[in-house]
């Protein structure tokens, strides 16, 4: 049986779902918002063993030959105490919801073990830290500086014809309100911003304003890679960040062959990265330098997939397949 964990508004799970079903496989597809319950739980010399309770569904860690990641998380049903006393309330209630984490961190550590695709840790990337990796594996990578000084802003926005700011975390902010409405995207950031900053702020997070003659955009499965070319400079709203789209006027996103030596880079990477799934971006500059700007572990393929003909959703399916077997 091959085990699927995801939200139950993803389109592309479906999309793979379909795929699944053509190859007449057994599935069992939990979505994230679904109360489940972890129960008999062995280990022996030979084998780890549980059962996972989804409503009047049992399944057996044995019956699992193939796992997907694709989004949300296990949510175990807990019972917690109610206790008079409220300190002790709080605390045992504490102890329960940490005894409660390392369990379903073991079924994660389980469920991966198998032939898998993607990891619930991936969620927490450090966005920072790959770009440190990537720099160290030797690939380019735009200046930064995460301040929370604007003398150092200053000084850092001096030495560039234009600097852009993106959330430190791998996503964003997202908050509407009457006067006000922020979120994640990429924006370039003026002198006049920059005067109106307080002298100390928040940590944030800003780079050099490179010049592209396209993005990319790859996705990488289990050790190929998956490229497509984003001509996101010839439109003003998606110049800086092609994830503003135009929807009446979609940017061409043709298939892209990888320089050898970028696709060894970046193999290295997801491999220290413990990432055998994930969405890339990068920048190709007129001078034909790329440079590296962050993995999304999660992130859609769909604009990866349909534009170029990849039929990724078909790729991932037949991963699963490989050690899978049954009718579904």
């Known amino acids: 049986m091959i085990f699927i964990l995801t939200d139950d508004d993803d389109v592309t799970t479906n ?21 489940i319950e972890i129960q008999n739980v062995g280990l022996s ?4 063993e549980f059962e996972i309770k989804m409503g009047n569904l049992i399944i057996k860690n044995s019956e699992i030959s193939a796992y997907w990641y694709r989004r949300g998380a296990l949510i175990n049903k807990i019972k917690f105490i109610n206790h008079e006393n409220v300190n002790f309330n709080n605390s045992i209630n504490l102890e329960i ?3 409660n984490d390392i369990l379903v961190d073991l079924v994660y550590h389980e469920l991966e073990s198998k032939n898998s695709i993607g990891h619930f840790w991936d969620n927490e990337t450090n966005k920072l830290i790959n770009l440190s990796l990537a720099k160290k594996i030797g690939l380019k990578v735009p200046d930064s500086i995460i301040t929370n000084r604007k003398n150092d802003l200053v000084e850092f926005h001096s030495k560039y014809s234009g600097i852009i700011t993106k959330p430190i975390g791998q996503s964003g902010w997202y908050m509407k309100m009457p006067n ?22 928040g940590y944030s997070f800003f780079q050099e304003c490179l010049e592209k003659s ?5 996705f990488f499965l289990h050790g190929v ?3 497509s070319a984003i001509f996101s400079q010839l439109d003003e709203k998606t110049k800086l960040d092609f994830r503003n789209y135009n929807f009446d006027k979609p940017n061409r996103t043709p298939p892209y062959k990888l320089p050898n030596n970028i696709e060894t880079k970046l193999l290295l990477l997801m491999n220290k990265l413990g990432m055998n799934s994930g969405s890339i971006d990068m920048i190709v500059t007129p001078f034909k330098e790329y440079y590296f700007l962050e993995v999304n572990p999660i992130g859609q393929f769909y604009q990866v997939s349909y534009p170029c003909n990849y039929f990724l959703e078909r790729e991932v399916a037949l ?10």
Request: charged share 20%; net charge negative; no cysteine.
């Open 15 to 35: 999309d793979v779902l379909d795929w699944l079903s053509y190859f007449n496989l057994k599935f069992i597809r939990l979505n994230g918002n679904n109360l």
């Open 45 to 48: 010399n030979s084998v780890i």
């Open 97 to 99: 919801q940490k005894n």
């Open 180 to 201: 006000h409405n922020v979120d994640g995207a990429t924006q370039l950031v003026s002198q006049k911003d920059i005067e109106s900053f307080p002298e100390t702020f």
């Open 214 to 218: 396209y993005e990319l955009r790859i």
């Open 225 to 227: 890679f998956f490229a």
């Open 319 to 328: 991963h699963l397949k490989q050690e899978s077997n049954g009718k579904h």
